[in-house]
């Protein structure tokens, strides 16, 4: 089956920090893999994606690149600020079959940002 | 904008009543729908698989005379709590994936709080 195994947290940075959040998956296939992002006391929004090996997905600084070879999709962000305290949440997709539009998560790893 | 909608955001609600979630896809028709739950500093579990038309799927371990699911139109799928105890107290969310299941959207999740 599928998994997707996220780096232990809680992360605790100081502002401008780099940041990186492993992220490690199981699939059968080529399944799509996504990072979602969730600020205290909201839902979840979808933060970046990628559907096919060596895509990089980008959004508001973060970055991820699908590796097969590696399966991985590590979060990055060269300079964090306070604002991206949050949870955030790797996850895969099948598409297709019985698995359509099933997500699979991680454990999620807490991101705190101190000024 | 939104393209799911979930309601209500939050509610509290008294030992042995039910309450009843809805999540509606707002510019397209969902035939699938899906149900997860967030424990607090947890990730997202899926409980179930709403069908449209036909009845839920649900995880194992999930309860289907506690959670009932009832899809009865392409937009439209509701979750309903059924003598609600406080460990049933958690983050409910809903997703709905595009045509090609590629694109999950979710909704803004409901906070239950049972007392």
């Known amino acids: 089956g599928n998994s997707v195994t996220q780096m232990e947290g809680p992360v605790t940075l100081s502002e401008e920090a780099f940041l990186t959040i492993n992220c490690t998956y199981t699939?059968?296939?080529?399944?799509?893999l996504f990072w979602y992002v969730q600020y205290p006391g909201e839902g979840l929004q979808l933060l970046l994606k990628?559907?096919?090996?060596?895509d990089k997905g980008s959004n508001k600084g973060f970055e991820a690149t699908y590796r097969k070879e590696t399966t991985s999709f590590h979060l990055e962000k060269g300079s964090v600020q306070v604002s991206d305290s949050a949870v955030y949440f790797c996850?895969?997709?099948?598409?297709?079959?019985?698995?359509?539009?099933?997500?699979?998560f991680g454990q999620g790893t807490i991101l705190t940002v101190h000024p | 904008g939104a393209v799911v909608s979930q309601h209500p955001s939050r509610v509290i609600c008294k030992s042995g009543t039910s309450v009843k979630i809805e999540c509606r896809s707002l510019?397209?028709?969902?035939?699938?729908m899906f149900w997860y739950r967030q424990f607090p500093k947890q990730s997202l579990m899926l409980m179930a698989t709403s069908n449209e038309g036909s009845k839920a799927t649900y995880e194992q371990g999930v309860e289907k005379d506690k959670f009932l699911i009832n899809h009865a139109s392409l937009t439209l799928s509701t979750l309903t709590v059924t003598s609600a105890h406080p460990e049933d107290s958690s983050f409910y969310i809903c997703s709905a994936p595009s045509r090609g299941g590629n694109t999950i959207y979710f909704g803004e999740g409901s906070w239950l709080t049972v007392v």
């Open positions: 990628a559907t096919k090996a060596d």
């Open positions: 510019d397209f028709q969902a035939t699938t």
């Open positions: 996850a895969l997709i099948n598409a297709g079959g019985t698995s359509y539009g099933k997500l699979t």
């Open positions: 699939a059968t296939g080529y399944p799509s």
